[in-house]
């Protein structure tokens, strides 16, 4: 089974305030992507990456930054935070090549922005 | 509209009994997961699939993406299922899994 670790697990900030999640995937996956889980919306795509240094927009990007540093590393980035991204935040990674695209999930940061 | 529309949202099982859940694509899908997040908010996948079928256990699941659509069945329900499902499906290799909202069921004695 796929290893994919968040941090952290509870972030409480305030409005303006920045904040940074931190995913590590170590099974060599080439994709990694940032979800949001909002009741009533499922799990919807901010950002995603196919490998170090590479950035693809998702579909809720605004308000978001994301950075892959290493093939293992993917941050999100909330530089002004505002209650409207208060939300539970998950990471996965994916092998990426066909017929190897099965989605592993961390088990999620919880953001509440006050 | 969504893209990935699941049904039914809510299932309300006893434990024994036999169910099925759907998701519909208006994407043309080529591949798609299944997954199960439960009551800690974990999520698990159950799944992945190409056109046709697949089994484990009690859980059966099939996709035809000649008509867009999935089938997740669930045979002798047990406590242990209770959760929200999941389906996301992929379109064409562009590894940008979408999801539906998910089915919220619960298993009671």
């Known amino acids: 089974e796929a290893a994919v670790t968040q941090s952290p697990r509870n972030k409480v900030t305030v409005t303006g305030g920045n904040v940074t999640l931190s995913c590590r995937q170590t099974?060599?996956?080439?994709?990694m992507y940032w979800y949001r889980q909002d009741t009533g919306h499922g799990l919807r795509l901010i950002h995603y990456?196919?490998?170090?240094?590479?950035?693809q927009i998702g579909d809720v990007p605004d308000g978001y930054k994301a950075t892959r540093t290493t093939q293992e590393d993917f941050f999100l980035l909330l530089e002004l935070a505002s209650p409207s991204q208060t939300s539970l935040y998950f990471c996965a990674s994916s092998g990426g090549q066909i017929s190897n695209e099965r989605l592993f999930f961390g088990h999620g940061t919880k953001l509440s922005v006050l | 509209g969504d893209k990935v529309k699941q049904s039914p949202s809510a299932l309300s099982l006893q434990e024994g009994t036999n169910s099925a859940l759907r998701c519909n694509f208006s994407?043309?899908?080529?591949?798609v997961q299944w997954f199960l997040q439960n009551p800690r908010g974990s999520l698990m996948n159950l799944f992945y699939l190409v056109p046709g079928t697949k089994e484990n256990g009690r859980l059966k699941s099939a996709f035809d993406s000649k008509e867009s659509y999935s089938t997740l069945h669930i045979r002798d329900a047990q406590l242990e299922d209770s959760g929200t499902y999941f389906c996301?499906?992929?379109?064409?290799?562009?590894?940008?899994?979408?999801f539906g909202k998910g089915t919220s069921l619960v298993v009671h004695p």
């Open positions: 996301a499906a992929e379109k064409g290799g562009n590894y940008k899994p979408t």
């Open positions: 990456s196919y490998g170090a240094g590479n950035l």
């Open positions: 099974n060599s996956h080439n994709y």
């Open positions: 994407i043309a899908a080529t591949t």
